[in-house]
């Protein structure tokens, strides 16, 4: 370690599905938010890891910025308020293959609020844009504010990704590093079990169902010969109709969910799993205080 060596937290935000939680991922190089087509799927505070020769890159994952319609989106609001008021670096996320929307601008304008943050612009998903829509997209995200720098990147095919890292260490105050060499994330192995059951729930469910959808651990141990792992987990829905919803013709598709969720499973504890997933109405969660609390928001 050099005495040139710096290391802190930047968090990226922007609209819901503009690749924040893909873009972590592909920076620490391992799986530490899940990522579905659906808006609000992150609803932590989710700390990635990345390393480099020059320092140490903490990505705080928040929840995407909106305008809440329940107690739980006020909850994730005020996640993402904490957050940006504790971190070195903001970058905004704003994709390359869209114009930019009032959801960008009311977000760009919030940024205001964190003056110590330094400011980042990260044009995403330029892969799915022509040159001339990137050059044009990049003009757009220049005339937003004062930026200390604007950078067009790829997640998926990781165009920039290193340029990225760079710049944004380069932002950050001199300092050693802040977790050990070998961390990727500072998230309980529970807690990603956990996201890993939700995000295999998330696909393929109707666009009311999301945001009602919660996942508990009831128990987790290893067998004798340690060969195999045993979890007993929890999803909690809203409604009795969505409980119906979620495990299908004949329970196919809770079956289905359930081969997902443990092959993910099975590939971060590097062990054979069992998992016996109960779907259980918790009604109106979102909205009740009681409830949110005992569901770990």
Known sequence: MTDSYRAGFVSFVGRPNVGKSTLTNALVGEKVAITSSKP?????????????????LIIVDTPGMHRPRTLLGER??????????????????IPANEKIGPGDRYINEQLDRFPRAKKVAIVTKIDRASRPAVAEQL?????????????PI???????????????????????????????????????ISELIREAVLEGVEDELPHSIAVTIDQMSERDDREMLDIYANLFVE???????IIG???????????RARAAIEALVGKQVFLSLRVKVAKDWQRDAKQLGRLGF
């Open 40 to 56: 609000q799927t992150t609803r932590r505070a989710i700390r990635g890891i990345v390393h480099q020769p020059t320092g140490q």
């Open 239 to 245: 409604r009795d109709s969505q409980k119906g919803i």
């Open 249 to 259: 013709h004949g329970g196919e598709r809770l079956q289905d969910v359930g081969a």
């Open 154 to 192: 790829s997640s998926l095919t990781g165009i920039q990704l290193d340029t990225l890292a760079t710049e944004l260490i380069a932002l950050m105050p001199l300092s050693k590093p802040l977790y050990p060499s070998d961390a990727v994330t500072d998230e309980g192995l529970e807690s990603r």
């Open 139 to 151: 003009q757009a995200v220049s005339e937003l504010r004062e930026w200390d720098s604007i950078i």
């Open 76 to 93: 994730l609001n005020t996640i993402v308020q904490d957050t940006l008021a504790e971190v070195d670096v903001i970058g905004l996320c």
